[in-house]
C-alpha cells in the first residue's frame, strides 16, 4: 500500500513563491510516476506536472510552464512543486498522487494542500 | 488536449436505483478511461481503471463499460456512501484530462 501526506499550502500574494512537499512511504518511490493535481473552482481537476525518475521524464501543463519546477529526492520519499510567479488563478488544493501504473489511474492520492493566492 | 465531456451533471436518485453516468472523449481513447469517487473534502478516490477494471476493495456494484470515445459508469444498487461526486479522467496522452463531474444527491 502507500501513503502520501502533503505540505507547504498557504496564503501566498500575487508574484510570490511556494514550495510543496509530498512524503510517500510505503511503496518504492522511484518505480512509479508521480503527479501534482490540482483542483482549483475554474478549471476543475487538472495535472500541472508529473515526473518518472527512471526516464527523467518531466511533464509541465502550459497553465503553469516557465513558472512551477517538480522534483523528487528518492532517498527522501518525497515529490516537491516549486512555485513562482503565482497569479490569482492558481489557488486551488494541491495533491500529490501516484500513477497505478503508466496509463491506469492514479490509485493514491494525498489529502490535498491549499493554496490561496491573494492580495 | 483531449477534452472530456460528462453527463449528467446532476442527478438526484434514491437509495437503491440503479444509476449510469456517461462520458464522452473528443476523440478515440481505447480503453484508457478511468473513474472516480470525490466525497467533500476529500481527495477522489480511483474505482474504476481501463474502462471495466475495478479498483481492489471497491464494491462490486459499481462497474464501468464503454471503448472509443464513449464510457458508462454504472452503480446497480446505490447505496448512502456512494452519494458524492463522480469524475471521468483520460490516460491515453498526455496530458491526462478530466470531466467536470457528476455530482449524485439524495432524492
Known amino acids: 500500500q502507500g501513503l502520501l501526506v502533503e505540505s507547504g499550502g498557504g496564503l501566498v500574494k500575487p508574484g510570490g513563491s511556494l514550495r510543496l512537499s509530498c512524503a510517500a512511504s510505503g511503496f518504492t518511490f522511484s518505480d512509479f510516476y508521480m503527479n501534482w493535481i490540482r483542483q482549483t473552482p475554474g478549471k476543475g481537476l487538472e495535472c500541472v506536472a508529473y515526473?518518472?525518475?527512471?526516464?527523467?521524464?518531466?511533464y509541465y501543463a502550459d497553465s503553469v510552464k516557465g513558472r512551477f519546477t517538480i522534483s523528487r529526492d528518492t532517498a527522501k520519499n518525497s515529490l516537491y512543486l516549486q512555485m513562482n510567479s503565482l497569479r490569482v488563478d492558481d489557488t486551488g488544493i494541491y495533491y500529490c498522487a501516484r500513477d497505478k501504473y503508466p496509463r491506469a489511474g492514479f490509485d493514491h492520492w494525498g489529502q490535498g494542500t491549499l493554496v490561496t493566492v491573494s492580495s | 488536449d483531449i477534452q472530456m465531456t460528462q453527463s449528467p451533471s446532476s442527478l438526484s436518485a434514491s437509495v437503491g436505483d440503479r444509476v449510469l453516468i456517461t462520458c464522452r472523449a473528443s476523440?478515440?481513447?481505447?480503453?484508457?478511461l478511468n473513474w472516480y469517487q470525490q466525497k467533500p473534502g476529500k481527495a477522489p478516490k480511483l474505482l474504476i481503471y481501463a474502462a471495466s477494471s475495478l479498483q481492489s476493495g471497491v464494491p462490486s456494484r459499481f462497474s464501468g463499460s464503454g471503448s472509443g470515445t464513449d464510457f458508462t459508469l454504472t452503480i446497480s444498487s446505490l447505496q448512502p456512501e456512494d452519494f458524492a461526486t463522480y469524475y471521468c479522467q483520460q490516460s491515453d496522452s498526455t496530458p491526462p484530462t478530466f470531466g467536470q463531474g457528476t455530482k449524485v444527491e439524495i432524492k
Open positions: 515526473i518518472y525518475s527512471r526516464t527523467s521524464t518531466i
Open positions: 476523440q478515440s481513447i481505447s480503453n484508457y
